[in-house]
């Protein structure tokens, strides 16, 4: 329920101040049902569209990036 809360939110606001946050955890949600390859995907695409957005934000999609092997 939380990731597709997420990523409705991401969705109806792409380019707004909670972007970032919204695909840092919609990417959390889905490593923790087990769908790593989806987790990728979004830490993906932050890091890609939000690359010099929030340095907490960023910095933790790195790790969790590395950490899942994507």
Not at 10 to 33: E, I, M, R, V
């Amino acid at each position: 329920r939380a990731a597709k809360g997420f990523a409705t939110a991401y969705q109806n606001d792409p380019n707004g101040p909670k972007a970032p946050d919204n695909l840092l955890k919609l990417g959390l949600s889905l490593a923790g049902l087990d769908k790593s390859e989806d987790a990728c995907v979004a830490l993906s695409q932050l890091l890609t569209d939000f690359s010099n957005g929030p340095r907490t934000i960023v910095g933790r999609a790195e790790r969790e990036s590395t950490r899942l092997g994507c």
